[in-house]
């Protein structure tokens, strides 16, 4: 089990820019597949990015282009950096960790997902 604590959340300017962190508990965090999600009031939770552990990523459409989620396992750290911010990326997001077998796994689906972090408010306005 890995202990995940999210921070770097805030109110921002639509066309600004914010960074997440996500900061792991435990020796484990190397060899977990980290994902990214946002979930907005009244609005299903839903992916933002992922990082295999291996390192390949994936982002979701919407957010293509403006945000990167990147990783530093010396550091046991999970980033997302967010630009060109937009109204509609307002949201709560959390970080996931996912067991996976094989390395170049990237994990989409939240269910997989077994490890999460309590959450940051992203606030973006017009």
């Known amino acids: 089990q890995v202990q995940l604590v999210e921070s770097g959340g805030g109110l921002v300017q639509a066309g600004g820019s914010l960074r997440l962190s996500c900061a792991a508990s435990?020796?484990?965090?190397?060899?977990?597949?980290m994902g990214w999600f946002r979930q907005a009031p009244g609005k299903e939770r839903e992916l933002v990015a992922a990082i295999s552990v291996s390192g390949t990523t994936y982002s979701t459409y919407s957010v293509k282009g403006r945000f990167t989620i990147s990783r530093d396992n010396a550091e046991n750290t999970l980033y997302l950096q967010m630009n060109s911010l937009k109204p509609e990326d307002t949201a709560v997001y959390y970080c996931?960790?996912?067991?996976?077998?094989?390395?170049?796994?990237?994990?989409?689906?939240?269910?997989?997902?077994?490890?999460w972090g309590q959450g940051t408010q992203v606030t973006v306005s017009s």
């Open positions: 435990g020796r484990t965090f190397s060899a977990k597949a």
């Open positions: 996931a960790a996912a067991t996976v077998r094989l390395h170049p796994t990237i994990v989409k689906s939240r269910y997989e997902y077994q490890d």
